[in-house]
C-alpha cells in the first residue's frame, strides 16, 4: 500500500498537480504583499486607492503588452473570440482591486485581506457543489474548515472594540471584494481552459486598467514622484500582479476554483506578518493559530492533489449555444 501511496506521489499528474498548487501558493505570497504597498504608497504620496489600482494595473499592462508584442496576433484574436468573457475578467479584476484597496485604506490591511479572501472559497465551494451536485472531497472539506477557522480568528484578532463608520466601510467594501474575486476566479477558469494564461493576464490588465481610469481620474492621479512610491508601483504592477497573476491562472487550469482560492489564503497570513513587521499592525496569539491553520489547509491540499487532467478547451463564442 505505501509502495502504491509513493508511486502516486511521484507520478507525472501527481507532480503537475503539485506545481499548480505551488504556482497558486506563489501567488498567495506575493498578493499578500499589496496591501503594505498600498498604505505606504497612499501614505507618501497622498495617492487614493482607486489611483493607486489603476497604477499598478497600468503597469502590469504595459509589463505585459511588451513581453507580448511578438503574439499580438493571437492577444487580438483571443479577445475577438471571447470578448464578453475577457472584458467580465478585466472588470471584475479591476473591481476586486478597487474595492480590496479601499478595504485596505479603510479598515486596515489585515482585516481587509482576512474579510475579501475569506469569503470567497465560501462561495466558490458552495457553487461548485450546486454545479456539479456532487459532494466534495473529505481533504478539500478539511482544508475549507482549517482555512475558514483560521481566518475567523484572524478577523477576531484584528477587530477593535471601537469600530468607527470608516471601519465599518471597510467592511463592506472588503465582502463585496471578495464576492466580486470568487465570481471573477470562477469565470477565469472556464475562460482560461481556452486561452493562453499569459495572453488572459495581458487582456485582463489592460481591460481593467480601462475600466477603472475614469473613476481614478476622478479621485486623482497627480502626485509628486519620489523613488520610493514610484518603485512600489513598479513593484505592484510588474510583480503583484504581472507576474503573480501570470501563475495563477497557468496553476488555475489544472485546479477547481474553490482549491485555488484556498491555496491563496496564504495572502492573508502573509499580509498580517508584513503588516506587523513594516507598519506596525498588533498580531496576537489568535493570529498566529490563524495563521497555523492556514498553512496546514495548504499543507493538506499539497498531500492530497489528485492527478492533474487538462480540461477540454472551450469553443469560441461563435459556437456556443
Known amino acids: 500500500m505505501f509502495n502504491s501511496y509513493l508511486s502516486s506521489l511521484l507520478s507525472p499528474a501527481s507532480a503537475g498537480a503539485r506545481l499548480s498548487l505551488l504556482q497558486v501558493s506563489v501567488t498567495g505570497i506575493l498578493w499578500g504583499t499589496t496591501g503594505v504597498v498600498v498604505q505606504v504608497v497612499a501614505g507618501s504620496t497622498g495617492l487614493g486607492a482607486l489611483a493607486i489600482g489603476f497604477y499598478r494595473l497600468a ?39 478597487a474595492l480590496y484597496f479601499l478595504a485596505v485604506r479603510l479598515g486596515g490591511v489585515s482585516i481587509a485581506t482576512v474579510v475579501s479572501l475569506g469569503i470567497a472559497p465560501v462561495l ?36 477593535g472594540p471601537g469600530v468607527t463608520a470608516a471601519a465599518g466601510l471597510g467592511l463592506l467594501a472588503a465582502i463585496g471584494s471578495g464576492v466580486v474575486y470568487a465570481a471573477s476566479t470562477g469565470l477565469s ?11 488572459l493576464t495581458t487582456l485582463s490588465c489592460t481591460v481593467g486598467a480601462v475600466a477603472i481610469l475614469p473613476l481614478a481620474a476622478v479621485e486623482g492621479l497627480t502626485f509628486t514622484p519620489r523613488l520610493t512610491p514610484i518603485a512600489l508601483l513598479l513593484y505592484a504592477g510588474a510583480i503583484t500582479t504581472a507576474l503573480a497573476y501570470a501563475l495563477f491562472y497557468t496553476g488555475l487550469r489544472r485546479l477547481s476554483g474553490s482549491v485555488a482560492v484556498v491555496v ?58
Open 59 to 97: 503597469v502590469a499592462a504595459v509589463v505585459l503588452l511588451l513581453i507580448g508584442v511578438p503574439a499580438g496576433k493571437r492577444i487580438g484574436a483571443a479577445f475577438r473570440a471571447a470578448p464578453v468573457a475577457v472584458i467580465a475578467a478585466g472588470v471584475g479584476l479591476a473591481s476586486y482591486q
Open 124 to 159: 466558490l465551494s458552495a457553487w461548485e457543489t450546486l454545479h456539479t451536485r456532487q459532494r466534495p472531497g473529505t481533504p478539500s472539506i478539511i482544508a475549507s474548515a482549517a482555512a475558514i477557522a483560521g481566518l475567523v480568528l484572524i478577523a477576531g484578532a484584528t477587530t
Open 264 to 321: 491563496t489564503l496564504l495572502e492573508p497570513l502573509t499580509a498580517a506578518l508584513l503588516a506587523v513587521l513594516l507598519i506596525d499592525e498588533p498580531l496576537g496569539t489568535m493570529t498566529i493559530v490563524g495563521g497555523l491553520l492556514l498553512l496546514g489547509a495548504v499543507a493538506t491540499l499539497y498531500l492530497n492533489a489528485g492527478p492533474a487532467t487538462e480540461q477540454p478547451a472551450i469553443p469560441a463564442a461563435s459556437e456556443r449555444g
Open 189 to 199: 477558469r472556464h475562460t482560461t481552459q481556452g486561452m493562453e494564461p499569459l495572453t
